[in-house]
């Protein structure tokens, strides 16, 4: 079998440092012999290529699996593959690669995120997960958007790609209207940029059911890390005939998903009888005028 030929071929070298450089793929290993000597292979990809899965090309992490003829796979691949062998169509079983695991407890990656550290193979997966140089998801909630970057990459997109509106300034007065809000349907109305004190801020107002009731929510969102965000606050206000209702908290960063945002009800929440009843008239439509101001704590 080849591909475990090489596998054995590494395993037997007891490499001290294996490092990895994902840029290029290239590998530099280091061998040390009987004698102590040190002995510097030339750059290679074999051992990257060995540890990238073959149908998803990401790379691999125990349990790696193995047909009889050698071939590698991920555990994710392996249930989708109906336990066939996608290079030789052989059965694959439940071998482990062994070697190939224990190939990777040697070496040593940066991460891919560009934050400059280098990482056991095993612990990069999770550092990226949270690395604070990740890509944002966008944070438009009216369309399943794909889209990932970073802070001015994310603003051009929301101006370009979903048309949102931008304004400059710390204070805002917004006015939402709606003919017939009794469609309540869990759609995003609005969402409204702001540039205050340099940075980026998305204000949501939508209507969605909690529970049984039709209500509205307004909140604000930090385009920025958690530890960033808690630098400011913000106000809501909302009312009419002598009456109102404020809020006052702490915007959530953007690596909190607009859902889980809104169903925390982490925000300004008017119940539509309150909201028609503020709006006036025959109560057949939405009128809204959300006021709202964002702060820096010192």
């Not at 009987?34 to 149908?55: D, F, G, I, Q, W």
């Not at 003829?69 to 249930?79: A, D, I, Q, R, V």
């Not at 407890?105 to 934050?115: A, F, M, Q, Y």
Request: charged share 25%.
């Amino acid at each position: 079998m080849t591909r475990g030929g090489v596998c054995k071929e590494v395993i037997e070298s007891h490499p001290k440092i294996l490092r990895h450089d994902v840029g290029d793929k290239s590998i530099n290993i280091t061998k040390t012999s009987r004698a102590n000597e040190k002995h510097t292979m030339p750059s290679t990809n074999v051992v990257y290529e060995l540890l990238e899965c073959p149908m998803c090309t990401k790379l691999m992490y125990p349990p790696i699996h193995q047909c009889p003829n050698g071939h590698t796979l991920c555990s994710n691949c392996k249930s989708k593959v109906h336990n066939c062998c996608p290079s030789c169509h052989s059965e694959l079983g439940n071998i482990r690669c062994l070697a190939l695991e224990k190939v990777a407890e040697s070496l040593e990656l940066p991460c891919r995120h560009g934050c400059h550290d280098i990482f056991p193979y095993y612990s990069k997966l999770k550092h990226e997960q949270n690395c604070r140089f990740r890509p944002y998801n966008c944070p438009y909630a009216g369309s399943k958007c794909s889209v990932t970057g970073d802070i001015s990459n994310l603003v051009a997109h929301l101006k370009n790609d979903h048309n949102v509106d931008m304004h400059d300034g710390c204070t805002f007065n917004h006015r939402y209207v709606k003919s017939n809000p009794h469609e309540v349907e869990n759609a995003t109305w609005m969402l409204t940029v702001f540039n205050c004190y340099g940075r980026q801020f998305c204000l949501h107002f939508e209507a969605f059911q909690l529970g049984m009731a039709p209500v509205y929510i307004s909140f604000l969102r930090f385009i920025g890390e958690d530890n960033e965000a808690k630098n400011f606050s913000y106000s809501l206000e909302v009312g009419g005939y002598g009456r109102k209702l404020t809020w006052q908290g702490v915007p959530r960063s953007i690596r909190d998903s607009h859902q889980k945002i809104r169903d925390s009800q982490d925000g300004l929440i008017i119940p539509r009888k309150l909201a028609l009843f503020f709006s006036g008239g025959n109560r057949k439509e939405l009128k809204l005028r959300v006021i709202g101001r964002i702060w820096k704590e010192q």
